[in-house]
């Protein structure tokens, strides 16, 4: 009984983990297009999610957690846009360093890790419904 609570458990631990990941990215593709809110500053740096393992004392189980949000430290993409109230002296305006192709491709990943815990969730709970069957016959 206890292995499948802790099999759910770590499950849920990871579908938490996943949707956190996926907030930060729906974050980085809100802000793709946005600029500095000062002329020359600096725009949205786009921002990675870290993950780490937390040991749950009670179920003797490691659990997934989110970890430290880093922030990117690639460089940002500069458009020559002079009329843009937003440019520097030399007419550039900074973009964030999102790349939407990235962060589509990031949050798939992200959407299928939640859906295998969703799976193994669902797959332990048909068992555990099966033993208690089994016990009642």
Do not use: C, W
Not at 15 to 26: D, E, K, V
Not at 65 to 76: K, L, M, N, P, Q
Request: glycine share 4%; aromatic share 6%.
């Amino acid at each position: 009984m206890m292995d499948f609570i802790k099999s759910i458990a770590v499950a849920a631990s990871g579908m938490r983990a996943q949707s956190g990941r996926m907030r930060i990215i729906s974050e980085n593709v809100a802000n793709a297009d946005s600029t500095a809110t000062t002329p020359g500053g600096d725009p949205y740096r786009r921002r990675i999610v870290t993950f780490h393992s937390v040991l749950d004392r009670e179920l003797n189980a490691n659990m997934v957690e989110v970890g430290r949000v880093a922030s990117d430290a690639s460089d940002f993409r500069i458009r020559h846009e002079p009329d843009n109230p937003m440019a520097n002296a030399k007419g550039d305006v900074k973009y964030p360093n999102v790349n939407p192709l990235i962060e589509m491709s990031d949050f798939r990943d992200a959407q299928r890790s939640y859906e295998a815990n969703i799976n193994v969730i669902t797959a332990t709970r048909r068992m555990l419904q099966r033993t208690l069957d089994i016990l009642k016959a």
